[in-house]
C-alpha cells in the first residue's frame, strides 16, 4: 500500500516536479513531526533493512553495516543522546533511530573508496522501503560520531555518517514554532538545468 493511501492530506508534500514521478518518490519527503506514540513492527523494519541489504554495491563488497534501535530501548536512547541542535529536539518521538556505517579503511582500503557512496544507496533504498510502508524518514547528519563509536565499540574501520529517524508523521503543529515553520515551508530543488552539466 502506498503513502498516498495511507497519510492524511495535512501531512502530504507532494513535489513540484518538472515530469510525473512514481508516488513513492513524488510524495517522499523528511518531517520532523513524528508521532510519539507509533511504534514500528518487526515486520516493518525487516522489509526496511532488507531494502538496504539489497542495495546496488560497488563489486558487492557490500561495506556497509547498521545499528537500529527502536524507541523505548538502551540503544535508540544510546543514539538519541548522540543527537546534536534542532535533531536532538524532535527525533526521539520517531519510532526507530537507524545509524548508518561505512566500512572505510582496513586491509582492503584500496576496494573501499566507494563505501560512502554505496551506504547512500542502501539508506535511499531503506527510506523508499519505508514511505511504502507507510512510514517516513529523516536522515541526519547531525550528531556526534564519537560517543556513537565509543558507545558501541565500533572498529577502527567503521565510521558513521548518518542517523536516520523513522516513523508515521505527525501534525507540524505539534512541533515548537520554529521546527513547524521549516516544517510547512516548500520543498524546493535546484532545477535540471542547474544539475545536468550536459545531456546529449
Do not use: C
Not at 149 to 163: E, K, N, R, S
Amino acid at each position: 500500500m502506498l503513502t498516498s493511501e495511507l497519510s492524511a492530506p495535512s501531512t502530504r508534500r507532494a513535489a513540484e516536479s518538472s515530469v510525473p514521478l512514481v508516488p513513492l518518490l513524488d510524495e517522499r519527503w523528511s518531517p520532523r513531526s513524528f508521532d510519539p506514540e507509533a511504534t514500528i513492527s518487526d515486520r516493518q523494519l525487516d522489509a526496511l533493512l532488507e531494502a538496504a541489504r539489497w542495495a546496488p554495491s560497488a563489486a558487492n563488497k557490500q561495506l556497509r553495516r547498521f545499528i537500529v534501535g527502536r524507541r523505548g530501548t538502551a540503544t535508540f536512547d544510546t543514539i538519541a543522546s548522540s543527537l546534536v541542535g534542532f535533531n536532538a529536539a524532535w527525533a526521539p518521538n520517531a519510532s526507530a533511530l537507524v545509524v548508518a556505517i561505512a566500512e572505510v579503511s582496513g586491509a582492503r582500503a584500496g576496494e573501499r573508496s566507494w563505501a560512502e557512496y554505496d551506504l547512500g544507496q542502501a539508506i535511499a533504498h531503506l527510506t523508499v522501503q519505508a514511505h511504502a510502508e507507510g512510514l517516513h524518514t529523516h536522515q541526519m547528519g547531525g550528531f556526534d560520531v564519537d560517543r556513537i563509536v565509543g558507545a558501541f565499540d565500533l572498529a577502527d574501520d567503521l565510521l558513521p555518517i548518518t542517523v536516520t529517524a523513522v516513523g508515521v508523521v505527525d501534525e507540524a503543529d505539534k512541533l515548537g514554532e520554529a521546527l513547524a515553520e521549516r516544517e510547512r515551508a516548500p520543498r524546493t530543488r535546484l532545477p535540471l538545468d542547474q544539475l545536468v552539466l550536459l545531456r546529449d
